[in-house]
């Protein structure tokens, strides 16, 4: 009979057999899914261990059969079974859900969204030296403009609030402006970035880099610039240093340091290799995610978790969208919700079964058995459905 994963004294205890819910996706969802699928179910029976899959429902297949593009039912089921797994979901057009993935992170507070990046042996990229990016980022999820508040240029709102912000603080702001607000809180910024040392403290890391833009939004991006810094001394003395603290020499302690966002745009292509853990706000973090997925072969395998570390709560993603003129194809790589997968079964402790999946992926690749996004980029390549390609990987299990 399978168990539902829980949380004991803050520490999840997850069986041999749990339940994981978990949503198809849209668009490719039906082809890159069920490959996935194979193949964590492949490594985990390696280990003596078995998933019991619970469907729940969100976008396109979810409002065909419900008529609600997020049924609170798909909600209670995550909250639940505290883990859980997605494919890409299509976002509704107009009004209403600003984004289904955002809605998800926000309703459930999944206030971390870690997206490790690296390169595979033999996947085709545009730099030089891919091999270089090892960067795990932990971007906000919570706050920044993905929680901004906004209103319309010219509507009696608009107005209304560019008045007032006159009358209270001198702000001179076109009056054919459309303004918005964008909250940062120090509280918000803090569990962020204390995940972030976390991490890098288990994991052997060398550095935290807080990026922010901080010289020009000195009161949300600067702060929480200067929160990161108050945050380490405060909390990781004994294993963490600022840069101001040490003159950039931390001896045997992790270096935590900053950077402004744009200039990290440009150094994480020159000098990738001087990065390590990076906390970010919301948005300096789905820059940077998607611009360090090109650097090692696409998005198509770059891998996404939604993760609250108090509550216990991890939703894992592929981190692409729907492509929905490939749907039914089999064409597509998995690779972005294969790896999301390997991210969740490090979260649940079985790493021996991450492990194996990451072995077999490279083996894969290095056999240059590839979906046609690498196919194309690389001499001698055999091009392989997206079944055909999970099936490869699980023969080099």
Known sequence: ????????????????????????????????????????????????????????????????????????????????HLIGIKGPLTTPIGG???????????????????????????????????????????????????????VEEGTPEAK????MLKDAFG????????????????????????AAIQYAVKRNRKSVNLVHKGNIMKFTEGAFREWGYELTRDEFSDVAVGWDDCNGDPGDKILVKDSIADI??????????????????????????????????????APGGNINYVTGHGVFEATHGTAPKYAGQDKVNPGSVILSGVMMYEHLGWQDAADNIVRAIEATIADKIVTYDFARLMDGAKEVKTSEFAAAIVERL
């Open 1 to 80: 009979m399978s168990e539902k994963i829980t949380l004991v004294d803050g520490v999840l205890n997850v069986p041999n057999d749990p339940i994981i819910p978990f949503i198809e996706g849209d668009g490719t969802g039906v082809d890159i899914w069920p490959a996935a699928q194979l193949v964590l179910d492949a490594a985990a029976k390696k280990h003596g261990k078995t998933i019991e899959w619970k469907e729940v429902l969100a976008g396109q297949k979810a409002f065909d059969a419900t008529g609600d593009w997020l049924p609170e039912e798909t909600v209670q089921a995550f909250r639940d």
């Open 264 to 301: 990290t745009l440009q150094q994480v292509l020159t000098r990738p290799d001087e990065f390590d853990v990076i906390a970010t706000l919301n948005l300096n973090g789905d820059y940077l995610s998607d611009a360090l997925a090109a650097q090692v072969g696409g998005i198509g395998i």
């Open 96 to 150: 209403g859900i600003r984004s289904l993935n955002v809605a998800l992170r926000q309703i459930m507070d999944l206030y971390v969204c870690l997206r490790p990046v690296r390169w595979f042996t033999g996947v085709p990229s545009p730099v030089k030296h891919p091999e270089k990016v090892d960067m795990v980022i932990f971007r906000e999820n919570t706050e920044d403009i993905y929680a901004g508040l906004e």
């Open 171 to 194: 702000w001179e702001i076109k009056p054919d402006s459309g303004v918005g607000i964008k909250p940062v809180s120090k509280s918000g910024s803090k569990r962020l970035i204390r």
């Open 160 to 163: 209304k609030l560019i008045g």
